[in-house]
């Protein structure tokens, strides 16, 4: 569903890029301001309207999808820090996508750029942390050939997503069209690879919301268990004292 409304608007846009190709004057489209980034697909109505419902849908879908992410990898692999990092760069990122939604980059660029600033990175070190968290939990043919799968989709956004931050620096008309394709791809890339994770996802029961339950609510659990250590000890030491 967020292809079809990608391209969607990806076509709407397009074909108005098309269309002020055959105008003349300084609105023609052949200038590095008409370039058809995503980012141009949403900067005017109705577009903008899908374009923030799209960026505001796909930021709580990252939210959920890395959640449940973190609780599998939590009841197969156990306590992990790059589960935890995964998990923090995964909601990083939604938040990242949501300022780019809502802050059209026509209308408020600093605000959209700081938000791709954070929402690219982001996205390019989840895909890292999850293709290695793969390996780890990797034990079948099956899943580690799902490894294999996300390296090479991971290895793909790293080059598209350097590629377009390079290209789109520059000032060549040819290279700023390299950098919007390079953009397009970086995106459909990621989204393959969130559709990966229906493999393990099938494998999720009420276990594994148990686990996680049972992990949010461990260090209050520690805490009293530490507590009330601390105070047998204090007591006992209180009776030594006075029996001597």
């Known amino acids: 569903a967020h292809i079809s409304a990608l391209l969607t608007c990806a076509f709407a846009a397009g074909r108005s890029y098309n269309q002020s190709c055959d105008m003349d004057g300084p609105s023609s489209c052949c200038t590095l301001d008409h ?14 309207c899908f ?19 973190y609780a599998h990898l939590l009841e197969r692999l156990g306590p992990s820090l790059l589960n935890t990092l995964g998990l923090a760069t995964g909601w990083v990122c939604a938040a990242g996508l949501t300022m780019v939604g809502n802050f059209q980059v026509d209308h408020a660029k600093v605000l959209h750029y700081i938000g791709a600033g954070v929402a690219f990175p982001t996205s390019m070190l989840f895909l ?10 990797a034990k079948t043919r099956g899943q580690y050939w799902t490894g294999h799968l996300r390296s090479i989709l991971t290895t793909v956004a790293f080059f598209t997503l350097v590629f377009s931050g390079v290209f789109f620096i520059q000032e060549s008309f040819v290279l700023q069209h390299v ?13 393959v ?39 047998a000890h204090i007591h006992s030491h209180v009776e030594g004292l006075a029996m001597a």
């Open 35 to 48: 370039i058809p980034l995503v980012s141009k697909c949403g900067t005017l109505p109705p577009e903008s």
């Open 51 to 69: 374009f923030s419902l799209i960026c505001s849908l796909g930021s709580f879908m990252v939210i959920l999808v890395g959640l449940l992410r």
């Open 128 to 137: 890292l942390l999850q293709s290695i968290l793969t390996y780890r939990m």
């Open 179 to 191: 950098a919007a394709l390079c953009e397009w791809m970086f995106i459909i890339d990621v989204l």
């Open 193 to 231: 690879f969130y559709g990966t994770f229906t493999f393990e996802f099938g494998a999720i029961s009420t276990d594994t919301f148990l686990v996680l339950l049972k992990a949010s609510r461990a260090p209050k659990s520690y805490k009293g268990e530490s507590s009330l250590s601390s105070m």
